[in-house]
Nanobody, 124 residues
């Protein structure tokens, strides 16, 4: 059974940076594309970024382009989300999930495995 664990969230001032980690264990984690989602208070969960199983293709939603970078280290089964120039609108719980597919125009799902989430709060 594949398990995902996110970490790296916290409280940061506007303009600051955080790096989130999603560590996979069990199963065959490098078989999957990984997707980062964000759920802001009172809003639906939304896709933020994704990376292919090989790590050679990435997708970022328009609102985070130029600020967020997704990467993966296959040796440690870890996917990172480097978040720079954070804005209050980036506040929310960030989840990583697996997907058997990857699309250059955005994840298609389904999302078989999920982490428990990590809270990011951007506030002065």
């Amino acid at each position: 059974q594949l398990q995902l664990v996110e970490s790296g969230g916290g409280l940061v001032q506007p303009g600051g940076s955080l790096r989130l980690s999603c560590v996979a264990s069990g199963g065959s984690p490098n078989y999957y594309a990984i997707v980062w989602f964000r759920q802001a208070p009172g809003k639906e969960r939304e896709v933020i970024s994704s990376i292919s199983s090989g790590g050679d293709r990435t997708y970022n939603v328009e609102s985070v382009k130029g600020r967020f970078t997704i990467s993966r280290d296959k040796a440690t089964n870890t996917v990172y989300l480097q978040m720079n120039s954070l804005e209050p609108e980036d506040t929310g719980v960030y989840y990583c999930a697996t997907s058997v597919t990857f699309s250059n125009s955005g994840p298609l799902g389904p999302y078989d495995y999920w982490g428990q989430g990590t809270q990011v709060t951007v506030s002065s």
